[in-house]
């Protein structure tokens, strides 16, 4: 079929000829629509969109914008805004929000999302030309250009027709969701939102109710557009300061309440159009509810009737099961109605605790920085007022409950129960700190609600019906692949669209989900709050066939998909919440396929979930329920059997230990400890602290609901049980690059090395929390092995065990540091695991294996005093199936290392063959001039380095 490549299209698109332009655009816009639907998706070398951006294809655009003809500047509205995909982003999450919670993600570039990259975008972004901007960011290259101000003009001066002005504000909002900074631009670019807010959020009701109908007017001037209201959403979700700048300057709330007050079927707009502007009204509402502002508390009070009658009408009309097209407009207006109410108890909530304060005239802790500062103004909103709407939302999901237990509903039906269920989990958590509560009518009001509600529901066939959706429906299982390979490195997005061009399954509208997390929150809030609670409906819950079918997929499929894609965080903390029911059950048998899946979770948390990755920490991995079969085998039943426990020897005065059934027992006597230990060394402070602020939605310390764009998106990589390490050597490299940068600056100052720094005298915490990584390691590679190399290999868990000897001289000295370390080092090379070391592989933050080994003979000859298990980790590389540029850097520049090699033959044959040194024959003539130097020179003798000496010998005397 006739066509044209891409170079036709641009040069058209830059002809003297309007219709030429114009068809060009047009093409681009067809060109990019498909593209954001997976259309293009591995039909190219290289991905389509970064061809495109690199091809000039943003300028081209940006110029179509100023073009003197109006058709061609439309056009290439249309085209930019198909560039940005800004409803790709949105519709996913507001989709989402009701029931999953109000994070959001910042959608920057990879490249802005990288540290150096932001640092040189601080420092150099005004001496950058635009071209150069552009290949760095291109939001940030678009607002450098003046597109705010273009679009501005455009909406003003212009007279858009009917289909651009939304596409406009599609590229606002896309800009917006990039970065606080990109937010402020747009909330500060002069006269932009008051054109839009002046022109399509009216604030008298008569002209929603009286005015034209939309689908017959050739201009939208004075029609209410949820696309407006989504754009105020995004840029009032980074935080409370531009909230209130947008809210006050421009009058949002009384339009708002506007929209939240006409009902739907009643506005001059089609029924979709205006359910979708009442959601996206009650949105705007709930996040600025969120953050406590005092404009919003008021506007609830003023609202509250409203909200109460709703209530009621939910109560009394409206039934979970019955048929989606004659309930979609209740269902989706519920959801959103009870997220807004989420936060109202929120709000409520904190009245007693600034009260108190503002009494003492206290300094209060408002910031995760933990200074001190001015005693807050207490809400006005009373916890008495959100009492009856909790009682009514209660009866709500008491009726929904139930008939959900007979009868099926849909995706709606499920976000709608989902919401509610949300709602009453906060209110349970909430009520217990406030005055007047009262502890038996507290739990027995926890009791009635779990036994009417919850009990009948979790037993119930249409529930494990839900159950036997969740594999069909689970990203981790899809084995899908994202399609973040297909975005340019300067131009991010959402990724919900696949390689294989399917939406990612969650969003499907047979996903239980919408049920399933709000429901496992509720759980586990009710557990937490009262723990007496009848067992045996969650019993039947976590053995469900069809949940046990869904964990062992969890844990056996190789690899897990989407792990990187910001919706399956959502999936994750449904997986984390069933565990953490199961920690609940003590009466429950076998916990083995429960704790293999919290091993495999724990790699999937991302940024933001640091609580949850806590939680399930403490309560699960390092739970002694949870590894029962640990404690028997550490008893003597079953079979450890090895041929050899003899460990290798240490310079120490204490021994190491390697046989498996002591290590065993001693690490399942350190549990606890190993688990209380973790839990503040894994974590970040401020990261953990701001996720439980967001976990909790405590309004006064939210500072934003949006997840910055982190070149990584999950919290920790599949070795996480040796994070620690790797947060030492991290923070001893950059220790000495400011040392040395110091030192730069002041001659007199001596340069460090790695050798020298301060953080080599090891701190007895630093030893602890050593200690306990090498004994989680253990518990990985040695009990749950198929787990932990279900996405990791030999070399990832080799490069991050030679940490022990990199991040401090004296670590490896340590008798409990010692012996985890060769009983790791054991499970690894067992099996021929010595066969499987790939030196071309690439750890983050390790740097590459040259290197790396480098540094390891170095650091072997400054400070190991022969220690074996170093020697062996020494000797790997150097096996004959190995590069020989490994053999000829020990043999030879850093030949200095051989004499403390004391390895005996006997000694390495417990980890790797002695046959895999000497076969086959060495055949570079360098090298075996090497082994020839070393004998010569007495380097390697029989006596003090007999393996060595035998592999020399063996080689030359073959080369003869």
């Not at 301060?758 to 630093?766: F, G, I, L, R, T």
Request: with cysteine; net charge negative; charged share 20%.
């Amino acid at each position: 079929r006739a066509g044209y490549s891409l170079d036709e299209v641009f040069m058209y698109a830059r002809s003297a000829v309007a219709q030429q332009r114009q068809l060009a655009l047009n093409v681009l816009t067809a060109i990019l629509t498909r593209l954001a639907r997976g259309g293009y998706y591995c039909c190219f070398q290289a991905p389509l969109m970064q061809t495109l951006l690199d091809s000039g294809v943003v300028l081209l655009l940006r110029f179509a914008l100023d073009d003197a003809v109006a058709a061609v500047r439309h056009s290439g509205v249309a085209a930019l805004a198909a560039l940005l995909a800004s409803d790709a982003l949105e519709t996913p999450l507001a989709a989402l929000t009701p029931w999953s919670g109000a994070l959001r993600p910042a959608v920057a570039s990879a490249m802005h999302a990288k540290q150096e990259v932001q640092a040189e975008l601080k420092a150099e972004e005004t001496e950058l030309k635009d071209a150069e901007l552009l290949q760095l960011d291109v939001v940030r290259a678009l607002i450098r250009i003046d597109t705010l101000v273009r679009v501005r003009y455009t909406l003003e001066e212009l007279s858009p027709p009917p289909e651009c002005v939304p596409q406009l504000v599609s590229v606002l909002t896309r800009v917006a969701a990039h970065s606080l900074t990109a937010a402020w631009e747009v909330a500060s670019c002069e006269g932009l939102l008051s054109v839009l807010v002046s022109r399509h959020l009216p604030h008298d009701s008569a002209a929603i109710t009286a005015g034209d109908n939309v689908v017959t007017v050739t201009s939208l001037h004075g029609v209410p557009l949820r696309h407006v209201l989504a754009l105020v959403k995004v840029l009032c979700s980074w935080g409370p300061n531009i909230s209130k700048e947008v809210v006050t300057k421009h009058g949002i709330m009384t339009r708002l309440l506007t929209f939240m007050s006409v009902e739907p079927t009643e506005m001059a707009l089609p029924l979709s159009e205006a359910l979708q502007l009442s959601v996206a009204a009650h949105e705007l509402f709930s996040v600025l509810l969120g953050f406590g502002l005092m404009q919003a508390q008021e506007s609830l009070l003023s609202f509250l009737p409203l909200l109460i009658r709703h209530l009621h009408f939910y109560r009394d009309k409206v039934a979970i099961n019955e048929d989606t097209g004659s309930n979609q407009l209740n269902f989706e207006l519920g959801a959103h109605l009870f997220s807004s109410l989420r936060k109202a108890v929120s709000v409520a909530s904190t009245k007693t605790l600034l009260d108190r304060q503002v009494k003492q005239h206290a300094g209060l802790r408002v910031g995760l920085d933990e200074t001190h500062g001015e005693a807050l103004q207490p809400p006005i909103i009373e916890w008495g007022t959100a009492v009856p709407l909790a009682q009514l939302a209660i009866t709500c999901c008491l009726k929904w409950c139930t008939q959900l237990s007979r009868g099926h509903s849909s995706y709606a039906g499920l976000s709608l129960l989902g919401s509610a269920l949300l709602f009453t989990e906060n209110f349970f958590r909430k009520s217990k700190d406030q005055i007047g509560c009262s502890a038996p009518e507290y739990l027995s009001a926890i009791e009635d609600f779990y036994a009417k509600a919850l009990c009948p529901l979790l037993e119930s066939s249409c529930f494990s019906e839900l159950l036997s959706r969740t594999q069909a429906h689970s990203s981790l299982c899809s084995g899908l692949t994202s399609s973040i390979v297909e975005d340019a490195k300067n131009l991010s997005s959402l990724n919900c669209i696949t390689m294989e061009g399917k939406i990612i399954p969650m969003l499907s509208s047979e996903s239980p989900l919408p049920l399933l997390l709000p429901l496992c929150r509720l759980l586990v809030t009710l557990m937490e709050l009262h723990p007496g609670l009848p067992k045996k409906a969650l019993h039947a819950f976590v053995t469900n066939p069809h949940l046990q079918a869904y964990l062992k997929a969890i844990v056996e499929v190789q690899p897990l998909a989407l792990q990187y894609q910001w919706m399956t965080r959502i999936e994750v903390e449904f997986l984390s919440n069933v565990l953490l029911i199961v920690s609940f059950l003590r009466s429950l048998k076998s916990k083995y396929l429960y704790h293999c899946a919290a091993l495999s979770v724990m790699s999937c948390l991302q940024k933001g979930q640091e609580h949850i990755a806590r939680s399930l920490l403490t309560r699960v991995v390092c739970n002694l329920d949870f590894i029962t079969d640990l404690t028997e085998l550490s008893s003597g039943v079953g079979d450890m059997t090895l041929d050899d426990y003899e460990p290798l020897k240490s310079p120490a005065l204490r021994q190491p230990c390697l046989h498996p059934a002591d290590l065993t027992r001693k690490l399942t006597e350190d549990l606890d400890h190993i688990g209380s230990s973790l839990a503040s060394s894994l974590f970040d402070s401020k990261a953990l602290k701001q996720s439980v602020v967001w976990h909790k939605e405590i309004p006064f310390l939210l500072n934003s609901i949006v997840v910055p764009h982190h070149e990584t998106l999950t919290i920790f990589d599949d070795y996480w049980p040796l994070f620690p390490l790797k947060k030492m050597m991290l923070k001893k490299i950059l220790d000495i690059t400011l040392a040395n940068e110091e030192a730069k600056k002041n001659p007199g100052k001596p340069v460090l090395s790695s050798s020298d720094s301060e953080s080599d005298q090891s701190k007895p915490e630093v030893l602890v929390d050593a200690a306990r990584s090498l004994q989680l390691a253990y518990v990985c590679l040695r009990h749950r092995r198929k787990c932990a190399f279900r996405s990791t290999c030999v070399t990832g868990w080799l490069r991050h065990l030679s940490l022990t000897f990199l991040v401090a001289n004296d670590l490896f000295l340590d008798r409990n540091i010692s012996s985890y370390l060769q009983g790791c080092l054991h499970e690894l090379l067992r099996d021929a695991g010595h066969k499987l070391f790939d030196d071309r592989l690439q750890f983050a933050g390790l740097g590459n294996t040259y290197d790396w080994y480098k540094k390891m003979i170095e650091q072997y000859i400054a400070v190991s005093y022969g220690d074996h298990t170093f020697a062996v980790m020494l000797l790997l590389p150097t096996l004959q199936c190995y590069p020989v540029q490994y053999r000829a850097l020990l043999w030879g520049d850093l030949s200095d290392a051989l004499p403390l090699v004391r390895l005996k033959p006997s000694d390495i044959e417990k980890f790797i063959p002695i046959s895999e040194f000497l076969e086959p024959p060495e055949s570079d003539e360098d090298m075996l001039n090497k082994y020839r130097s070393c004998l010569v020179t007495g380097l390697v003798t029989e006596v003090r380095t007999p393996l060595l000496w035998q592999v020399a010998c063996r080689h030359t005397n073959a080369a003869c």
